[in-house]
């Protein structure tokens, strides 16, 4: 199976355009929520997630729409250019049931194409207790992290949770998502966990996930997209 999560990372003031190209391609499933970016200027040019109101959107789509929707970015919005915004696929591993993974592909058909053994970019998510991500961020900035974006959440776990991880899931969360170099995604991960972790005030708890194409960063990335048979 090929599918991918596409998030993209914009300004507000861009969601309207970035949602009509959504919108033209006719992806059957498209989400949006809201966040603050969190680089300081000097990370600008090259995470353009400065301190400012973000949109984020989702969508799943095949292999050959994450090409064509990065494409069809890069036209509308030039979302290759740092300071458009931010796109990143994610690849997925499976989707529950027929019907559902019909109606996502639209009945497309998926598969081919060489599977991507190797990830220039990692998704870090870093859950912690509301109020923290300043703190967390200035530890993942200094570790290498170029910025972020936070998303407000609520928890809505077990005691469960503080048994087995020694944190409590409250009712009020902040998620932050930093996009890294797979090489810098260790030593991100691990200064945020030894400063901020469960038995700190931030109780941060972080995982990471593949990133096959990224835009918006530099220039898009074209070892997803040559990756063919």
Do not use: W
């Not at 049931?97 to 639209?106: C, K, V």
């Amino acid at each position: 199976m090929e599918l991918y999560l596409v998030m993209s990372i914009v300004d507000r003031k861009k969601a309207d355009t970035m949602d009509a190209i959504l919108q033209d391609m006719n992806f059957s499933l498209v989400l949006e929520n809201l966040g603050i970016g969190t680089a300081t200027s000097e990370h600008l040019l090259l995470y353009d997630l400065q301190e400012s109101e973000k949109a984020v959107f989702y969508t799943i789509a095949t292999r050959k729409s994450v090409q064509d929707l990065f494409l069809y970015a890069e036209e509308k919005m030039y979302i290759d250019i740092p300071g458009n915004g931010i796109m990143m696929s994610i690849p997925l591993k499976s989707i529950c049931g027929g019907s559902n993974l019909e109606y996502i592909t639209q009945c497309q058909k998926i598969g081919g194409g060489k599977p991507i053994m190797e990830f220039k970019h990692e998704l870090i998510i870093v859950i912690i207790k509301e109020g923290h991500s300043d703190e967390v961020m200035e530890f993942a900035r200094a570790a290498g992290a170029g910025g972020g974006t936070v998303i407000h959440a609520k928890g809505t776990g077990t005691a469960e949770v503080k048994k087995f991880l020694g944190v409590s899931i409250a009712p009020n969360k902040d998620m932050i998502y930093i996009l890294s170099p797979s090489d810098k995604k260790t030593e991100i991960m691990t200064t945020i966990s030894e400063n901020c972790g469960k038995d700190k005030p931030a109780e941060a708890f972080c995982f990471s996930l593949p990133v096959s194409a990224v835009a918006g960063i530099r220039e898009i990335s074209t070892d997803f997209f040559n990756n063919e048979n």
